[in-house]
Protein backbone atom coordinates (compact mmCIF):
# COMPACT_ATOMS: atom_id res chain seq x y z
CA UNK A 1 0.00 0.00 0.00
CA UNK A 2 1.21 2.92 -0.56
CA UNK A 3 2.50 6.16 1.93
CA UNK A 4 0.13 8.75 2.66
CA UNK A 5 0.89 12.09 1.33
CA UNK A 6 0.73 14.70 3.46
CA UNK A 7 -0.57 18.14 1.84
CA UNK A 8 0.02 21.26 4.14
CA UNK A 9 -2.21 24.70 3.83
CA UNK A 10 -0.69 27.17 5.55
CA UNK A 11 -3.15 30.49 6.05
CA UNK A 12 -6.92 30.05 6.07
CA UNK A 13 -7.28 32.77 3.23
CA UNK A 14 -9.90 32.94 0.59
CA UNK A 15 -8.44 30.00 -1.78
CA UNK A 16 -8.09 27.49 1.19
CA UNK A 17 -11.75 28.32 2.26
CA UNK A 18 -12.63 26.71 -0.75
CA UNK A 19 -9.75 23.44 -0.40
CA UNK A 20 -10.22 23.13 3.28
CA UNK A 21 -14.14 23.32 1.91
CA UNK A 22 -13.20 20.52 -0.60
CA UNK A 23 -10.02 18.34 1.60
CA UNK A 24 -12.33 14.82 1.46
CA UNK A 25 -11.83 15.37 -2.64
CA UNK A 26 -7.65 14.85 -1.72
CA UNK A 27 -8.43 12.54 1.26
CA UNK A 28 -9.86 9.98 -1.26
CA UNK A 29 -7.00 10.45 -3.04
CA UNK A 30 -4.55 9.00 -0.47
CA UNK A 31 -3.56 12.53 1.06
CA UNK A 32 -3.67 13.66 4.55
CA UNK A 33 -4.60 17.38 4.54
CA UNK A 34 -4.01 19.85 7.83
CA UNK A 35 -4.72 23.26 7.53
CA UNK A 36 -2.39 25.53 9.91
CA UNK A 37 -3.63 29.15 10.80
CA UNK A 38 -3.72 31.37 14.00
CA UNK A 39 -6.18 32.54 13.79
CA UNK A 40 -9.48 32.81 12.21
CA UNK A 41 -10.35 34.02 8.36
CA UNK A 42 -11.77 37.39 8.73
CA UNK A 43 -13.45 38.50 5.60
CA UNK A 44 -12.52 41.76 4.22
CA UNK A 45 -15.40 42.53 2.70
CA UNK A 46 -17.58 43.11 5.61
CA UNK A 47 -14.29 44.58 7.34
CA UNK A 48 -15.36 48.40 6.84
CA UNK A 49 -18.86 47.71 7.58
CA UNK A 50 -18.01 46.00 10.48
CA UNK A 51 -15.41 48.90 11.63
CA UNK A 52 -18.19 51.25 10.90
CA UNK A 53 -20.78 49.31 13.02
CA UNK A 54 -23.21 47.80 10.19
CA UNK A 55 -22.07 44.07 11.09
CA UNK A 56 -20.73 42.69 13.97
CA UNK A 57 -17.20 40.82 14.35
CA UNK A 58 -18.93 37.52 13.92
CA UNK A 59 -20.76 38.28 10.89
CA UNK A 60 -17.34 38.54 9.91
CA UNK A 61 -15.64 35.51 10.66
CA UNK A 62 -15.47 31.90 9.44
CA UNK A 63 -13.92 29.02 11.83
CA UNK A 64 -11.50 27.12 9.64
CA UNK A 65 -11.23 24.58 12.14
CA UNK A 66 -14.78 23.97 11.44
CA UNK A 67 -14.85 24.35 8.19
CA UNK A 68 -11.68 21.33 7.40
CA UNK A 69 -12.75 19.11 9.57
CA UNK A 70 -16.26 18.71 8.47
CA UNK A 71 -14.77 17.45 5.45
CA UNK A 72 -12.13 15.21 6.26
CA UNK A 73 -9.09 17.35 7.38
CA UNK A 74 -7.23 18.39 10.30
CA UNK A 75 -6.85 21.68 11.61
CA UNK A 76 -3.34 23.14 13.58
CA UNK A 77 -3.85 26.41 15.45
CA UNK A 78 -0.24 27.65 15.39
CA UNK A 79 1.90 29.59 13.06
CA UNK A 80 4.70 28.76 10.79
CA UNK A 81 7.90 30.98 11.32
CA UNK A 82 10.02 29.41 8.09
CA UNK A 83 9.72 26.65 5.76
CA UNK A 84 12.79 24.50 4.21
CA UNK A 85 11.74 24.09 0.48
CA UNK A 86 14.58 21.78 0.34
CA UNK A 87 13.95 19.63 3.19
CA UNK A 88 9.87 19.73 2.96
CA UNK A 89 9.72 21.02 6.05
CA UNK A 90 8.32 23.83 8.38
CA UNK A 91 8.82 25.07 11.68
CA UNK A 92 5.70 26.53 13.62
CA UNK A 93 5.38 28.88 16.67
CA UNK A 94 5.20 26.37 19.20
CA UNK A 95 8.40 24.23 18.52
CA UNK A 96 6.91 21.67 16.03
CA UNK A 97 8.27 20.75 13.17
CA UNK A 98 6.10 19.44 10.15
CA UNK A 99 7.03 17.67 6.98
CA UNK A 100 5.02 18.18 3.64
CA UNK A 101 4.78 16.46 0.30
CA UNK A 102 2.83 18.96 -1.19
CA UNK A 103 2.64 22.50 0.30
CA UNK A 104 0.05 25.52 -0.57
CA UNK A 105 0.65 28.98 0.81
CA UNK A 106 -2.73 31.47 1.18
CA UNK A 107 -0.68 33.54 4.20
CA UNK A 108 -1.94 36.93 2.77
CA UNK A 109 -0.59 40.40 3.39
CA UNK A 110 0.75 42.70 5.31
CA UNK A 111 0.95 46.68 5.73
CA UNK A 112 4.61 47.72 6.22
CA UNK A 113 4.56 50.44 8.80
CA UNK A 114 8.11 50.67 8.35
CA UNK A 115 7.77 52.90 5.17
CA UNK A 116 6.93 55.99 7.28
CA UNK A 117 9.22 56.90 10.42
CA UNK A 118 7.79 57.08 13.54
CA UNK A 119 5.17 54.33 12.73
CA UNK A 120 6.33 50.98 13.70
CA UNK A 121 5.65 50.30 17.69
CA UNK A 122 3.27 53.65 18.05
CA UNK A 123 0.44 51.86 19.90
CA UNK A 124 -2.29 54.46 18.31
CA UNK A 125 -1.28 53.86 15.05
CA UNK A 126 -3.50 50.93 13.48
CA UNK A 127 -2.35 49.73 10.27
CA UNK A 128 -5.68 47.65 8.09
CA UNK A 129 -4.25 44.30 8.28
CA UNK A 130 -4.57 42.09 10.10
CA UNK A 131 -8.78 42.75 9.56
CA UNK A 132 -9.05 41.97 12.83
CA UNK A 133 -6.93 45.37 13.86
CA UNK A 134 -10.34 46.93 12.32
CA UNK A 135 -12.34 45.58 15.24
CA UNK A 136 -10.23 46.43 17.96
CA UNK A 137 -9.91 50.06 16.69
CA UNK A 138 -14.23 49.98 16.64
CA UNK A 139 -13.61 48.68 20.24
CA UNK A 140 -10.99 51.14 21.40
CA UNK A 141 -13.17 54.33 19.65
CA UNK A 142 -16.61 52.87 21.11
CA UNK A 143 -15.02 52.94 24.51
CA UNK A 144 -13.44 56.87 23.85
CA UNK A 145 -16.30 57.98 22.44
CA UNK A 146 -18.60 56.59 25.46
CA UNK A 147 -16.39 58.88 27.57
CA UNK A 148 -16.97 61.94 25.80
CA UNK A 149 -13.87 61.85 23.91
CA UNK A 150 -13.45 62.74 20.35
CA UNK A 151 -9.98 62.20 18.74
CA UNK A 152 -8.85 63.43 16.02
CA UNK A 153 -8.34 60.30 13.54
CA UNK A 154 -6.18 60.48 10.11
CA UNK A 155 -6.43 57.82 7.48
CA UNK A 156 -3.07 58.15 5.54
CA UNK A 157 -4.21 56.39 2.10
CA UNK A 158 -6.47 57.47 -0.30
CA UNK A 159 -7.52 54.47 -2.30
CA UNK A 160 -10.43 52.16 -2.05
CA UNK A 161 -9.52 50.97 1.30
CA UNK A 162 -8.83 54.25 2.83
CA UNK A 163 -11.69 55.89 1.32
CA UNK A 164 -13.84 53.12 2.43
CA UNK A 165 -12.57 53.69 6.05
CA UNK A 166 -12.71 57.22 6.34
CA UNK A 167 -16.45 56.82 5.54
CA UNK A 168 -16.95 53.87 7.56
CA UNK A 169 -14.80 55.93 10.77
CA UNK A 170 -17.52 58.26 10.23
CA UNK A 171 -20.45 56.44 10.58
CA UNK A 172 -19.04 55.00 13.47
CA UNK A 173 -18.92 58.30 15.20
CA UNK A 174 -22.48 59.19 13.91
CA UNK A 175 -23.53 55.65 15.79
CA UNK A 176 -22.07 56.59 18.92
CA UNK A 177 -23.60 60.22 18.94
CA UNK A 178 -19.98 62.11 18.41
CA UNK A 179 -18.87 64.19 16.66
CA UNK A 180 -16.29 62.75 13.84
CA UNK A 181 -13.21 64.53 13.45
CA UNK A 182 -11.71 62.42 10.42
CA UNK A 183 -8.72 63.58 8.07
CA UNK A 184 -8.13 61.46 4.55
CA UNK A 185 -4.63 62.03 3.40
CA UNK A 186 -3.70 61.17 -0.18
CA UNK A 187 -0.15 61.29 -1.95
CA UNK A 188 -1.94 61.64 -5.46
CA UNK A 189 -4.31 64.19 -6.87
CA UNK A 190 -7.60 61.97 -6.98
CA UNK A 191 -8.78 59.19 -4.25
CA UNK A 192 -9.05 56.00 -5.65
CA UNK A 193 -7.13 56.67 -8.37
CA UNK A 194 -7.57 53.67 -10.58
CA UNK A 195 -11.46 54.20 -10.63
CA UNK A 196 -13.13 56.11 -13.56
CA UNK A 197 -12.31 59.98 -12.74
CA UNK A 198 -16.48 60.41 -12.00
CA UNK A 199 -16.57 58.15 -9.95
CA UNK A 200 -13.39 59.61 -7.67
CA UNK A 201 -15.49 63.22 -8.07
CA UNK A 202 -18.37 61.99 -6.54
CA UNK A 203 -16.28 59.86 -3.66
CA UNK A 204 -14.95 63.57 -2.89
CA UNK A 205 -18.18 64.89 -2.84
CA UNK A 206 -19.93 62.43 -0.77
CA UNK A 207 -17.15 62.40 1.89
CA UNK A 208 -16.47 66.04 2.25
CA UNK A 209 -20.29 66.53 2.13
CA UNK A 210 -20.14 64.85 5.21
CA UNK A 211 -17.15 66.81 7.36
CA UNK A 212 -14.37 64.52 6.29
CA UNK A 213 -11.37 66.41 5.55
CA UNK A 214 -9.68 65.47 2.85
CA UNK A 215 -6.02 66.43 2.11
CA UNK A 216 -5.00 65.04 -1.52
CA UNK A 217 -0.80 65.39 -2.91
CA UNK A 218 0.18 64.89 0.62
CA UNK A 219 2.74 62.39 1.34
CA UNK A 220 3.04 61.61 4.99
CA UNK A 221 6.63 61.51 5.69
CA UNK A 222 6.79 61.04 9.52
CA UNK A 223 4.74 60.00 13.25
CA UNK A 224 5.42 62.21 15.78
CA UNK A 225 3.13 62.41 18.81
CA UNK A 226 -0.64 63.48 18.01
CA UNK A 227 0.52 64.35 14.71
CA UNK A 228 1.79 63.42 11.15
CA UNK A 229 4.15 65.29 9.57
CA UNK A 230 3.67 65.83 5.55
CA UNK A 231 6.29 66.27 2.67
CA UNK A 232 5.53 70.25 2.32
CA UNK A 233 6.30 70.46 6.22
CA UNK A 234 2.64 70.72 6.89
CA UNK A 235 1.41 68.77 10.51
CA UNK A 236 -1.54 67.07 10.57
CA UNK A 237 -3.39 66.68 14.28
CA UNK A 238 -3.96 62.81 14.57
CA UNK A 239 -4.65 61.44 17.90
CA UNK A 240 -5.14 57.66 16.22
CA UNK A 241 -3.73 57.27 12.67
CA UNK A 242 -5.04 54.45 10.45
CA UNK A 243 -2.82 52.93 7.60
CA UNK A 244 -3.84 52.34 4.52
CA UNK A 245 -0.72 52.59 2.53
CA UNK A 246 -1.20 49.88 0.32
CA UNK A 247 -0.25 45.96 0.79
CA UNK A 248 2.68 43.79 0.62
CA UNK A 249 3.04 40.11 0.45
CA UNK A 250 3.32 38.54 4.09
CA UNK A 251 7.04 38.04 4.40
CA UNK A 252 6.73 34.61 5.07
CA UNK A 253 7.50 33.54 1.27
CA UNK A 254 10.82 35.58 1.76
CA UNK A 255 11.86 32.40 3.97
CA UNK A 256 11.28 29.55 1.66
CA UNK A 257 14.72 29.84 -0.20
CA UNK A 258 12.26 29.82 -3.30
CA UNK A 259 12.11 32.86 -5.96
CA UNK A 260 9.92 35.82 -4.50
CA UNK A 261 8.99 39.63 -5.25
CA UNK A 262 10.12 41.69 -2.76
CA UNK A 263 6.43 43.35 -2.41
CA UNK A 264 4.35 40.80 -4.38
CA UNK A 265 5.45 37.71 -2.81
CA UNK A 266 6.39 33.87 -4.08
CA UNK A 267 7.04 34.21 -7.91
CA UNK A 268 4.33 31.80 -9.43
CA UNK A 269 3.55 30.04 -12.60
CA UNK A 270 0.08 29.77 -14.20
CA UNK A 271 -0.78 26.34 -12.42
CA UNK A 272 -0.03 28.50 -9.33
CA UNK A 273 3.21 26.85 -8.29
CA UNK A 274 6.55 28.35 -7.43
CA UNK A 275 8.51 28.49 -10.61
CA UNK A 276 11.48 26.58 -8.80
CA UNK A 277 8.90 24.01 -6.76
CA UNK A 278 6.21 22.21 -8.21
CA UNK A 279 5.54 20.97 -4.59
CA UNK A 280 4.76 24.19 -3.25
CA UNK A 281 1.60 25.73 -4.50
CA UNK A 282 0.28 29.69 -3.54
CA UNK A 283 -2.54 31.27 -4.25
CA UNK A 284 -4.17 35.21 -2.77
CA UNK A 285 -1.92 37.99 -1.89
CA UNK A 286 1.32 36.33 -0.78
CA UNK A 287 1.65 35.07 -4.67
CA UNK A 288 2.92 37.01 -7.55
CA UNK A 289 1.89 35.49 -10.82
CA UNK A 290 5.24 35.75 -13.19
CA UNK A 291 3.52 38.13 -16.15
CA UNK A 292 1.00 40.00 -14.57
CA UNK A 293 0.72 42.42 -11.92
CA UNK A 294 -2.54 41.62 -9.77
CA UNK A 295 -3.71 43.95 -7.42
CA UNK A 296 -4.03 42.68 -3.78
CA UNK A 297 -7.18 41.68 -3.44
CA UNK A 298 -9.77 39.26 -2.38
CA UNK A 299 -11.44 38.74 -5.63
CA UNK A 300 -8.12 37.14 -7.25
CA UNK A 301 -8.06 34.40 -4.39
CA UNK A 302 -11.79 33.51 -4.66
CA UNK A 303 -11.03 32.90 -8.41
CA UNK A 304 -7.72 31.04 -7.62
CA UNK A 305 -9.40 28.68 -5.16
CA UNK A 306 -11.03 26.10 -7.67
CA UNK A 307 -7.37 26.37 -9.57
CA UNK A 308 -5.21 25.26 -6.66
CA UNK A 309 -7.45 22.81 -5.48
CA UNK A 310 -7.58 21.13 -9.05
CA UNK A 311 -4.01 21.67 -9.55
CA UNK A 312 -3.26 19.97 -5.90
CA UNK A 313 -5.38 17.01 -6.85
CA UNK A 314 -3.67 16.71 -10.27
CA UNK A 315 -0.45 16.45 -8.44
CA UNK A 316 -1.50 13.92 -6.23
CA UNK A 317 -2.82 12.02 -8.96
CA UNK A 318 0.03 12.49 -11.66
CA UNK A 319 -2.93 14.24 -13.84
CA UNK A 320 -2.02 17.51 -16.33
CA UNK A 321 -2.20 20.47 -14.36
CA UNK A 322 -4.33 23.17 -15.63
CA UNK A 323 -3.57 27.02 -16.19
CA UNK A 324 -5.74 29.65 -14.25
CA UNK A 325 -5.92 32.95 -16.43
CA UNK A 326 -6.36 35.87 -14.11
CA UNK A 327 -9.21 38.57 -15.17
CA UNK A 328 -8.64 41.58 -16.49
CA UNK A 329 -11.89 43.63 -15.13
CA UNK A 330 -13.52 42.73 -11.89
CA UNK A 331 -16.48 44.33 -9.71
CA UNK A 332 -15.33 46.57 -7.19
CA UNK A 333 -17.79 48.10 -4.38
CA UNK A 334 -17.04 50.36 -1.64
CA UNK A 335 -19.62 50.51 1.23
CA UNK A 336 -19.65 54.31 2.08
CA UNK A 337 -21.27 53.70 5.83
CA UNK A 338 -24.62 55.29 5.25
CA UNK A 339 -26.44 52.84 3.25
CA UNK A 340 -24.89 53.19 0.22
CA UNK A 341 -22.23 52.36 -1.79
CA UNK A 342 -19.78 53.01 -4.86
CA UNK A 343 -19.25 50.09 -7.53
CA UNK A 344 -16.67 50.73 -10.72
CA UNK A 345 -16.65 47.94 -13.40
CA UNK A 346 -13.36 48.68 -15.57
CA UNK A 347 -14.96 52.14 -16.94
CA UNK A 348 -18.60 51.92 -15.70
CA UNK A 349 -19.16 52.82 -12.36
CA UNK A 350 -22.71 53.77 -9.95
CA UNK A 351 -24.26 53.99 -6.87
CA UNK A 352 -26.43 54.45 -4.20
CA UNK A 353 -28.83 52.04 -1.97
CA UNK A 354 -28.90 49.19 -4.84
CA UNK A 355 -24.74 48.88 -5.07
CA UNK A 356 -24.73 48.59 -1.24
CA UNK A 357 -27.78 45.84 -1.75
CA UNK A 358 -25.60 44.29 -4.27
CA UNK A 359 -22.44 43.82 -2.40
CA UNK A 360 -24.00 42.69 1.20
CA UNK A 361 -25.61 40.14 -0.87
CA UNK A 362 -22.62 38.76 -2.65
CA UNK A 363 -21.23 38.78 0.56
CA UNK A 364 -23.02 37.11 2.67
CA UNK A 365 -23.79 34.29 -0.28
CA UNK A 366 -19.71 34.18 0.33
CA UNK A 367 -19.77 33.25 3.66
CA UNK A 368 -22.73 31.36 3.97
CA UNK A 369 -22.13 28.90 1.44
CA UNK A 370 -18.87 27.99 4.12
CA UNK A 371 -20.92 28.01 7.13
CA UNK A 372 -22.98 25.31 5.60
CA UNK A 373 -19.97 23.58 4.71
CA UNK A 374 -18.57 23.53 7.92
CA UNK A 375 -21.66 22.77 8.93
CA UNK A 376 -22.17 19.65 6.62
CA UNK A 377 -21.00 16.56 8.39
CA UNK A 378 -21.90 17.31 12.26
CA UNK A 379 -24.68 15.39 12.76
C1 LIG B 1 -10.14 46.83 5.07
C2 LIG B 1 -9.95 46.04 3.82
C3 LIG B 1 -11.02 45.90 2.93
C4 LIG B 1 -10.86 45.17 1.77
N1 LIG B 1 -11.94 45.01 0.95
C5 LIG B 1 -11.82 44.22 -0.14
C6 LIG B 1 -12.95 43.98 -0.96
O1 LIG B 1 -14.05 44.50 -0.73
N2 LIG B 1 -12.79 43.16 -2.04
C7 LIG B 1 -11.59 42.59 -2.32
O2 LIG B 1 -11.49 41.84 -3.30
N3 LIG B 1 -10.49 42.78 -1.55
C8 LIG B 1 -10.59 43.59 -0.48
N4 LIG B 1 -9.49 43.81 0.31
C9 LIG B 1 -8.23 43.12 0.00
C10 LIG B 1 -8.26 41.76 0.67
O3 LIG B 1 -8.33 41.87 2.05
C11 LIG B 1 -7.02 40.94 0.41
O4 LIG B 1 -6.71 40.95 -0.92
C12 LIG B 1 -7.33 39.51 0.84
O5 LIG B 1 -7.55 39.45 2.23
C13 LIG B 1 -6.21 38.58 0.52
O6 LIG B 1 -6.66 37.31 0.80
P1 LIG B 1 -5.73 36.08 0.92
O7 LIG B 1 -6.62 34.94 0.60
O8 LIG B 1 -4.50 36.26 0.15
O9 LIG B 1 -5.30 36.07 2.47
P2 LIG B 1 -6.13 36.41 3.77
O10 LIG B 1 -7.59 36.31 3.55
O11 LIG B 1 -5.59 37.69 4.31
O12 LIG B 1 -5.74 35.22 4.75
C14 LIG B 1 -4.43 34.99 5.19
C15 LIG B 1 -4.48 33.99 6.31
O13 LIG B 1 -3.15 33.55 6.58
C16 LIG B 1 -2.96 33.40 7.97
N5 LIG B 1 -1.54 33.50 8.25
C17 LIG B 1 -0.74 34.59 8.12
N6 LIG B 1 0.53 34.28 8.46
C18 LIG B 1 0.54 32.96 8.77
C19 LIG B 1 1.55 32.06 9.19
N7 LIG B 1 2.81 32.45 9.34
N8 LIG B 1 1.21 30.76 9.46
C20 LIG B 1 -0.07 30.35 9.30
N9 LIG B 1 -1.07 31.17 8.90
C21 LIG B 1 -0.78 32.46 8.64
C22 LIG B 1 -3.78 34.55 8.57
O14 LIG B 1 -4.11 34.27 9.93
C23 LIG B 1 -5.01 34.55 7.64
O15 LIG B 1 -6.03 33.72 8.14
C24 LIG B 1 -9.61 44.59 1.47
C25 LIG B 1 -8.54 44.73 2.36
C26 LIG B 1 -8.70 45.44 3.51
C27 LIG B 1 -7.53 45.58 4.46
Known amino acids: ?8 LVGAGHAHLYVAANARELCERGARVVLVDPDEFWYSGLATGMLGGMYTSEDDRIDPRALITANGGEFLRDRVESINSGRRSMHLTSGREMAYDYLSLNVGSR ?20 ISNLWRLRQTLEVRYAGGESPHLAVVGGGPTGSEIAANLHALARRCGAQPRITLLNSGERL ?33 PGTLVANDGRRIEADLVV ?6 A ?17 RINTYLHSIADARVFAAGDCAHMEGF ?22 SLTGEALKNYEPQTRYLAILNLGDGTALSTWGPLWWNGHTSMWLKDWIDQRFLDGYRRASAANIH
Open 250 to 266: NPLVHKLGLPTDPCDGL
Open 293 to 314: HLPKLGVFGVKQARFIHGNILA
Open 243 to 248: LAIGLE
Open 1 to 8: MSRKRTVV
Open 111 to 130: VNNDLIPGMAGDSDVWPIKP
Open 192 to 224: VGQAPAGASRTLFRKLTKRGIKIETHTRVTRRE
